[in-house]
């Protein structure tokens, strides 16, 4: 149970906030709470700004701490819109290691 717990913190959810906001997040969740995988979701628009923040993470402030991009998965949700419409939105999930 304790494990469940610990893998849903580290997680980080990309939305309309500052992009380095994002990657502050996910280098913190390496560097200082001593993790040892981080999961990178978004959805629909903002799954290029995931990628983007997947890579700088990686590439520009991670790269001594040797983590790499360990998995991609990509989905679809359905839901309702605002006009109570069925819509499918896509989905990203990017997880990042410690090797």
Do not use: C, W
């Amino acid at each position: 149970m304790a494990e469940k717990e610990k893998t849903e913190e580290n997680i980080v959810f990309i939305g309309g906030k500052p992009f380095m906001n994002y990657v502050t997040g996910v280098v913190m969740q390496f560097t200082t709470k001593g993790a040892r995988e981080v999961v990178i979701k978004a959805r629909g628009k903002f799954i290029a700004r995931a990628v983007d923040v997947a890579e700088v993470a990686t590439k520009r402030f991670l790269k001594e701490h040797g983590v790499e991009v360990r998995s991609i998965k990509i989905d679809s949700e359905e839901f309702e819109n605002k006009e109570g419409k069925r819509v499918n939105v896509s989905t990203i999930d990017i997880t990042l290691h410690k090797k």
